[in-house]
């Protein structure tokens, strides 16, 4: 078999292997209810996530991670603010991202 063939078997068997695991839960649970312990942990998994993604990107700098002077930073708490009291993602993304560039701007 040469390579070309292999990689297309590789990435339908992982691609059929990611499809089954993702069904057999959906399949399995789809008509039972979830005990209120795991309900309520799962409320916290999309969270959890996003803080996962959004806290390394704003923290690393080409330096390492670094609190001040840090443009990523001061815009995500600008962000932050701003949703907390408008709850408005519009505003949120213009709000940080007019942050971002005015602090680029301004920060060393």
Do not use: H
Not at 12 to 33: D, E, H, K, M, Q
Not at 38 to 55: F, I, Q
Not at 59 to 74: H, R
């Amino acid at each position: 078999m040469d390579a070309a063939t292999k990689l297309w078997v590789v990435i339908a068997l992982v691609g059929a292997t990611n499809y089954l695991a993702r069904l057999s839960f959906i399949a399995l649970l789809a008509r039972r209810s979830l005990p209120p312990l795991a309900a309520r942990a799962l409320r916290y998994v999309a969270v959890a996530m996003l803080t996962a993604l959004v806290v390394p990107a704003v923290l690393a700098t080409p330096a390492g991670p670094a609190l001040w002077p840090n443009p990523k930073l001061v815009a995500a708490l600008v962000a932050g603010a701003v949703a907390f009291v408008t709850r408005s993602t519009g505003g949120t993304l213009v709000a940080g991202m007019a942050t971002l560039w005015a602090a680029q701007a301004a920060l060393p």
